[in-house]
């Protein structure tokens, strides 16, 4: 098996696990998260339990198998990002998404896994998302 189809092999694979994850701690429901982020009002911590939780498994995971080695399994060398600063784009960039999660209470990775449900909000949401992307990509090019 070529690394290559081993590498899509196991982003599919983590893809699976990452949307189950969000399934079963529900965090898919828009629903869920506004009333995480309503603070002075119908508060629920639960998203901070299940977002304590990803981090200490990730955490774990990655200082076991992944801190320790010189090169990924399935390729020569780690790809990490060259810019290291913040920058106009960034900072741009992810207060949009973080007013969009918070009016729509959904992101791209639960947006995706409601697409199972068919659910229409869902299916507009996924659109704009891939819309913007088409457009910033013309804007920046």
Request: charge should be positive; glycine fraction near 10%; include cysteine.
């Amino acid at each position: 098996m070529s690394n290559s189809l081993k590498q899509t092999l196991i982003a599919l694979i983590s893809g699976i696990i990452f949307g189950t994850g969000l399934t079963i701690s529900q965090m898919v429901d828009p629903n869920k998260v506004i009333n995480f982020l309503d603070v002075a009002g119908n508060w629920d911590p639960s998203l901070a339990f299940v977002m304590m939780g990803a981090l200490t498994v990730f955490g774990t995971g990655y200082w076991l198998l992944v801190s320790k080695k010189a090169k990924p399994t399935f390729d020569e060398q780690f790809s990490l990002p060259a810019k290291q600063g913040l920058d106009k784009t960034l900072i741009i960039g992810s207060s949009l998404f973080g007013i969009g999660w918070g009016l729509a209470g959904i992101c791209p990775g639960p947006a995706l896994t409601n697409t199972l449900s068919f659910n229409l909000d869902m299916i507009y949401f996924i659109v704009a998302m891939v819309v913007g992307m088409f457009i910033i990509n013309r804007v920046k090019t």
